[in-house]
């Protein structure tokens, strides 16, 4: 009898061991989860998730079934995808939530009534802080919570605002040490211990070294030639991106380097391609060297490498103080040197004189300039440089290496 209940012990205890501990990822309830319309944050939870082995992983994300053609439910191996749809009257709300903090309320309810089914040990918030308060009230269960910062929301609050938030959470996360310092370590240097720094990565797979021959069929799509020296810009077509300033530079290196052209991918929002001011600025701003600028409009994910691969040279002159632009990574991933600006997070990926050049000045469209004919002129650096960024993502930059970080801190939260 005894022997039978040691026996059992054992096997029970083995039984136990090999449960694993849940996680839930909120996603910001703007787009869904995969990244079908874009979205930065979107893309990095989609591509974190199969590396994330050692927990059981329930992603809450929004969708429109119409838009999206994705199901409420979805399980990808040991994880799950939950989706909410919000009606109209619930997704104006949404549009209006600068307004009032209620106007949250539609996402933040849906979110929570499902984390009192999932009662999961973590709460990973991707980016939205205002769910803190929600969950603090409606929340049946205590779990660890990580507020997890892809931008820069504790600037313009007050201190004690922000130190309210960082008192409902057990980590604070910045996707670079520019935004963990910018956020809490440099102004409440007494909540330094919750902090923690995961850069985004790359899926090397998705994003190979481009090969020495550029794709004709692209070339003949895009109206370029393979002896043309290309420019790449990808992202949205905003101000704070610095988008006119290539286009400025772009104005006075053509009459130069007249095979010299700029290809630039992106719109104003997410998944659309609809008109702005700014986009329609750019337009006209291009006017004068038409047949050296490419717009090219929202590409899907899935054939963004492509386009990359026709490039030489990849330029984020962001003004802003960009925390971790995805497209840094995945430029670097295919081999092209970048020219950039040293705003927020980007002297934390490219690496100044080795994977490319740093602009000391953001929207200093003459130093951008410089700094093209630089690699122009030196045509045997800017490979080199292309070569160190691949070998730079490989070895500090994947999402393997994300995932390692990340679950390293779900096993300290638990354990502590």
Known sequence: ????????????????????????????????????????????IWEILPHLKKFEVHVLSIYEPEIDKLSSYEKEGQHHIHRFYLSDRKKALLRLRHLSFNFHFPYAFATAKKLNELKPDIIHIRSRLWLLPYYKKLLTFKPKIILHHHNHYFCNMKDKSVKKYLDMIDAFVGVSHYTSSLEVINRFPEYQNKCFDIHNGITLEKF????????????????????????????????????????????????????????????SWFGENKEDTYSTYLKELSLSIKNNVIFTGFINRNEIESYYHVADLFVAPSIFQDPSPNTCYEASAVGLPIVASTRGGIPEIVEDGKTGILMKTAENYQELKEKITYFLTNREVMEMMGKAARKRMENVFTWKCAAEKTEKLYSYLLDS
Not at 10 to 30: E, H, Q, R, T
Not at 208 to 235: E, R
């Open 1 to 44: 009898m005894g022997e039978n209940c040691r026996n059992y012990r054992a096997n029970l205890s083995g039984i136990i061991g090999v449960i694993m501990k849940k996680v839930a990822i909120i996603a910001p309830d703007a787009l869904p989860v995969p990244p079908i319309r874009g979205g930065g944050i979107e893309n990095g």
């Open 208 to 267: 190979h070294l481009s090969p020495q021959q550029k794709n004709k069929d692209l070339l003949q799509k895009l109206g370029l030639k393979a002896t043309d020296t290309t420019m790449i810009f990808v992202g949205r077509l905003t101000h704070s991106k610095g988008v006119h300033t290539i286009l400025l530079a772009m104005k006075e290196l053509v009459p130069q380097y007249p095979d010299l052209k700029l290809l630039i991918i992106g719109s």
